[in-house]
Structures are given as C-alpha cells and as structure tokens.
C-alpha cells in the first residue's frame, strides 16, 4: 500500500509541482525559496499521506503545506521588517501576505504565475544548459537524477547548475513577472528555443546508448500545450506545438525490435500516432488563424505536416516541402536548414543538384563536426553510384556522432557501399 501511495505521490508532484512553485514564487519574490517550500510539501506527503491516505483535493493540500512552511520561514527570519517594506511596495505588508495570502488557497492567477515562472527559467542572465536544467525541475517536475540520466551528465553537474541558476537570479534580483511588451518576444523565443531543445534530445539523443529518449519529448510537449494555453495570440507558440505533436506521432516507428534506428522514409507509417498528428494538425491551424506571416516554427510545422499528409513516402509532396525551405531560409538562414533543404531537392529533382548544395556547405565552420553533412552527402553519392566516395563519408559521420546507434546505422551504410562496390 505504501508503494501505491508512493507512486500516486510522485504523480501529483508532476503534476501540481509547477503550480506550486509557481504561486509561491510570485508571493515570496525567490525562485529558490519557492522550491524549497514546495519541496518540503512534497516531503511531508511521502510522511504523511501513506497513515492518513490521499486527500480528496491533493494539489490544495500541498499548497496549503507549503504555504505554512513559507509562513513559519519568515517568522523566523530576523529579517521580517526588511521583507515587509519591501512587499509593501507591492502589494501588502509581508504580515499582511502571510496572514491572507499564504493562508488561502489563491489559484486565480496561476495562469499567469506559470507564465512568469516560465519566463523566469529562462531569463537571458542564464546559460541555455541552465535553461534547461531549471525549465525540467520547476516546470517538469523532474529530479536532480532524472534530468541527470535524461541528458547523460552527471547528477552533480545538474545539482550544480540549478543551484548555480537559482543564485545568480536571486543575486541580480530578477522580478517575478512578465517581460515588458518591447522584450516580449525576443524572450518568448528563447523560452520555445529551450522547450524545443529539450524536445529534440528526446526525439535523436546527442549521444549515449539510445536512439531516442520518449520521457523528454512527452515533458517538452506538456510545456509547450501549457504555453500554448497561456499565450493563445502567439501563432509560434502554435507552430512549435504543431511541430512537436506531428514528430512524435513517428516515435514508435523511428526504431526497430531491437532499437535499432528507422529513417524517415523507410518506417511503417502505420505505427504513426494519428491522435497525436491530429492534434499537430489542429495546432498549426490555430496558428494560421492568427493571420500573421509565418515564423520559423510555423514552417517547420508545414514542413512535418506534408510528411504526416502522405500515405506513403511516395506520395510526399517533396516541391511543396522545398518551397517552404526556402520560405525558411529567408525568414531564418542558418547552415542546417540549408542543409535540410538539400535533401528535400535530392527529392524533388535528383541528387546530383542536392550534390551541389550540399558541397557549397563543406566548408562551413559550423558544419565541420556535425556528423549529418556526411551523413547526407554520403547519402547522394550512394544514389550517384560514387559508392567509394560514399562509404568514406559514412565512416565520417559516424565518427563524429556519439549516438552509439546512430554510430552503428552509419557504419552499416558504410558496409554496404563496399559490399556493392565489392
């Protein structure tokens, strides 16, 4: 029984942990604080609720914990007076919020405390490995060692960086509320950059034993549909869900029985989760209804959607989806999505054109260790009948991916080539 309680526990943190940090943040104005109280709810639960049994409202029962803990914190602390002036410029006294604040269930704004939390953990004084690391514990819930274990690093490493994260925006005294209107969206961006980025090590991990990692694309995707609900005006917003939902619709086909990668264009798209593209579906018109031109999540939404729209990989729309890169590269020209679209010319029209493309990039500095510009031009050169030449960039991409999967699909590439040129 207590085993069962345990896990029904955890599932509850999942889920209310981000509500309630959220709410105590924007009451005691310290994001580290505010953990620290919801933690200490969470511990009295794994004491408490194994003899007295899960509440009928457990979320509010953890709110109400922690918002005793708050209140016993600051009657402690000699600093009160100091803390009062200056809630007092906010709001109320701190006496004041302790008394009414703390003490009540206020879930009315936590539509927008979600909102400000989440632009908090991705405030720009922070690395992007913090980002993430604070945007998975305050907002997904997870601990130390499951961020840990998702991303490969070690568990100190993430303690460090959150703890790291969590001083430095206590020591510039970042406020608990919503960028103003003239930084809106630069700091939306790099909040959909982080959910994206932590969505797509799930989708092909960067390294380690496995192709994929599902947990981080189901925790990316639960932050961008609470985003999406949040800020229902921002068509990226949608695009980014829309992108998300039609990509992992292809999770239980991108690998094989012994987890063995599966490209694209060879997966049984009957395994394809058709819930998950109609929702996607269903997210990219809502951005479309927004009326606005489209950005960079939008199209690479297009983009997925064509391939979600066929039946087979015959049947892609490949001229459409070439049109939409370069739609992107005008609105955001980067190396790799040059590179995208190299393969989506290979094709539309043939790979030696996509050849051409593809060798303009070689000498791109950015491009040097990334393991998919091989990859792909081993790709053409096979389709060329430069099977050699071929095998030679296989060996090197698999050489510079560290995705022990992906490694062995590379090298299998390779053998292949000898084997035919044999």
């Excluded at 922690?66 to 009657?75: G, P, Q, T």
């Excluded at 302790?98 to 400000?116: F, N, P, S, V």
């Excluded at 797509?200 to 961008?224: H, K, V």
């Amino acid at each position: 029984m207590t085993r069962d309680t345990h896990r029904a526990i955890e599932a509850v943190w999942r889920i209310e942990s981000a509500k309630l940090v959220a709410t105590l943040a924007r009451m005691v104005r310290d994001v580290g604080l505010a953990e620290d109280f919801a933690q200490e709810a969470l511990l009295a639960a794994f004491e408490q609720w194994p003899e007295t049994g899960i509440p009928e409202n457990p979320g509010a029962w953890l709110m109400t914990t922690a918002k005793r803990r708050a209140i016993d914190h600051f009657r402690r602390d000699q600093r009160l007076e100091r803390r009062h002036e200056q809630f007092a410029r906010e709001r109320e006294s701190q006496q004041q919020m302790a008394a009414a604040d703390l003490e009540a269930a206020t879930d009315d704004d936590i539509g927008d405390d979600l909102l400000r939390l989440i632009f908090v953990a991705c405030h720009p004084s922070l690395s992007i490995e913090a980002h993430v690391a604070l945007t998975l514990r305050l907002l997904g819930g997870l601990s130390t060692g499951e961020i840990a274990r998702a991303f490969l690093i070690p568990e100190p490493t993430v303690a460090q960086r959150i703890v790291r994260a969590k001083r430095s925006l206590a020591a510039a005294h970042v406020p608990f509320e919503l960028p103003r209107r003239a930084e809106f969206a630069s700091r939306l961006a790099s909040v959909l950059q982080v959910i994206y980025l932590i969505f797509n090590e799930g989708y092909t991990a960067t390294a380690g034993e496995d192709w994929m990692r599902p947990a981080l694309c189901e925790e990316a995707l639960r932050l961008g549909r609470i985003l999406a609900e949040l800020v229902p005006e921002e068509p990226e917003v949608h695009g980014l869900v829309a992108l998300m939902e039609i990509q992992a619709s292809r999770l239980p086909a991108r690998s094989g029985p012994a987890g063995e990668p599966i490209l694209l264009l060879d997966q049984n798209r009957v395994l394809w989760d058709r819930l998950l593209i109609h929702r996607g579906l269903v997210a990219l018109e809502r951005a479309r209804a927004l009326g606005r031109s489209p950005g960079t999540n939008r199209l690479q939404a297009e983009i997925a959607a064509c391939h979600a729209r066929a039946q087979t990989a015959r049947e892609t729309d490949w001229n459409r989806i070439l049109a939409l890169y370069d739609t992107l590269i005008e609105v955001a020209p980067s190396p790799v999505v040059k590179l995208n679209r190299a393969v989506a010319l290979a094709m539309a029209t043939g790979p030696a054109a996509a050849l051409e493309s593809i060798d303009a990039l070689v000498a791109e500095p950015s491009l040097r260790n990334y393991h998919l510009l091989p990859a792909v031009r081993g790709d053409l050169l096979g389709k060329l009948g430069r099977l050699e030449e071929a095998r030679a960039e296989f060996e090197r991409a698999a050489s510079l991916t560290r995705n022990a999967r992906e490694r062995e699909l590379l090298l299998r590439r390779a053998a292949g080539c000898q084997k035919r040129d044999g």
